[in-house]
């Protein structure tokens, strides 16, 4: 939706220069939330690419309960939510979503009083968007978690709420989508005692308006009725609009009404507050191809009825997008004198470093929190295969040791590359449970996110990546 309304806003406005009318009627229906409360601890920028978080509301406010149900007075949640990385080669993007129902930490987040949250642990992460308990949700409160998970700063955020979406989709006639079977209204409201109506036909057909925004809120009747199924479908329905709009081709007549629909259901943050903002940002997307428009889901598991966050392979990701690496290892930074790096090129401080086929688990002997998590992520980018990061039984070790167990020594030694100054010794199998232990010490100094460059992601992102060009029904298994 974010990047739908770039390209608009973008050729709208330099197709009618000097129409000051278009700056004063856009900026006039932007809404934005107070940047005072973005955390004060947050990430720096380490790529020249651009993050902006993207989140579905389902505020009843404004209209929006005749859409989704529910009360005007209900407190206003969020319904779906990704993180949209443009690389700073302004030609490729990824999407990354992240379920509502994530177990995550949800940081100090300011309340309309103007006092702080404590920190959440194992929180949902739809809950950081409701803090405040206010009808039109706290996006400031999402974006500072989402920077807390990812260690990536988020240049933009934009809230996109249900009257804002099915406009979208009217103005552009409407949205190829593909069903997998007949939908009844049971489907859509599982508290009906009876099926009802049929609402959707099996196949391919277009959707618009409150049709468009049933397909992708329902989550029974389609795939296991889980929230990972609708965000697939969810991702293949933005995909398709995409699509939709570039075919119809990108002319003011056509763009002006697209802009003025997205842009009076929009809250955005103070960087995008108005026409001319919107259009700098908007700029940045203009050469993106669709097909180098991916999106994916965060690395992820069932943990009960809840779903948790699978490691290494979330940092893995953030990694791959603080260096500008796409989703096959490809080099996006828009450098060029770098070629991009395979599975086996990943130059660094200690050289060429390839780690392919060793496992390690990671031990914070220090006292220092969060080294393990930073020595996992050294790991991970240069190929290896962390299985755990954990404190260790003492925490007053000066030197990191690196134990291996039998017939483990040339593997240790190549750990021992990234872990400079540190103590090999042997170990028993059962202590290494056949892989590499590291026991950080007080002598290890992480180096900054810079000079490690990934390879390709862990197969569990790439092979579940969607281009934004795919066929809507090459693969109904999306919920």
């Known amino acids: 939706m974010r990047l739908t309304l770039g390209i608009a806003l973008s050729l709208v406005v330099l197709a009618s220069a000097g129409v000051g009318w278009i700056y004063l009627k856009l900026t006039g229906n932007i809404d934005t939330f107070s940047a005072g409360g973005l955390s004060d ?61 994530t177990l995550l930490d949800i940081p100090p987040c300011r309340l309309p009083d103007g006092s702080w949250t404590k920190p959440q642990n194992n929180a949902m992460f739809n809950a950081a968007f409701s803090v405040g308990q206010t009808v039109k949700g706290n996006p400031a409160c999402t974006q500072n978690t989402i920077e807390k998970l990812t260690g990536l700063r988020v240049d933009h955020t934009v809230v996109v709420d249900f009257k804002g979406f099915s406009r979208l989709t009217d103005v552009v006639g409407g949205v190829q989508v593909c069903v997998p079977q007949d939908i009844y209204q049971k489907d859509l409201n599982p508290n009906r005692a009876t099926r009802g109506e049929r609402i959707f036909a099996k196949g391919t057909q277009t959707v618009s308006g409150q049709k468009a925004l049933d397909y992708v809120r329902i989550r029974h009747g389609m795939g296991d009725g889980s929230d990972i199924g609708r965000i697939k479908r969810q991702q293949a329905f933005v995909a398709s609009l995409l699509k939709k709009i570039k075919e119809q081709g990108l002319t003011p007549a056509k763009l002006l009404p697209l802009a003025d629909a997205a842009t009076q259901s929009m809250t955005v943050d103070p960087g995008l507050g108005s026409a001319d903002k919107l259009l700098g940002f908007a700029m940045s997307l203009k050469d993106i191809d669709l097909h180098n428009t991916k999106f994916v889901t965060i690395p992820w598991r069932y943990e009960g009825a809840r779903v948790a966050i699978v490691e290494p392979d979330a940092s893995a990701l953030w990694a791959a997008l603080r260096a500008d690496r796409t989703i096959d290892g ?107 232990n590291v026991i950080l010490g007080t002598s290890y100094s992480p180096a900054e996110p810079g000079p490690a460059q990934p390879g390709p992601l862990p197969s569990a992102v790439a092979d579940g990546a969607r281009s934004a060009d795919d066929d809507p029904c090459a693969n109904l298994s999306y919920g």
């Open 330 to 436: 490809a080099d996006a930074s828009g450098k060029k004198d770098q070629k991009a790096a395979g599975p086996s090129a990943t130059p660094s401080a200690a050289g060429a470093v390839s780690g392919a086929g060793i496992d390690v688990a990671v031990y914070n002997g220090t006292t220092v929190t969060g080294l393990a998590a930073r020595a996992a992520r050294t790991l991970t980018d240069h190929g290896f295969t962390v299985t755990g990061t954990a404190t260790a039984s003492t925490q007053d070790h000066a030197t990191t040791v690196i134990e291996y167990g039998p017939g483990q020594e040339e593997k240790a030694r190549t750990v021992e590359r990234l872990f400079p100054g540190a103590r090999l010794t042997s170990a028993s199998a059962t202590e290494t449970a056949g892989g590499i």
């Open 41 to 101: 601890n947050r990430p720096s920028g380490t790529s020249k690419g651009q993050n902006v978080l993207v989140i579905g509301s389902d505020a009843r406010t404004g209209g929006n309960s005749e859409l989704g149900g529910g009360s005007k007075d209900d407190v206003g949640r969020s319904d779906t939510a990704f993180l949209l990385h443009v690389y700073a080669d302004h030609r490729h993007a990824v999407a990354v979503s992240i379920p509502r129902d």
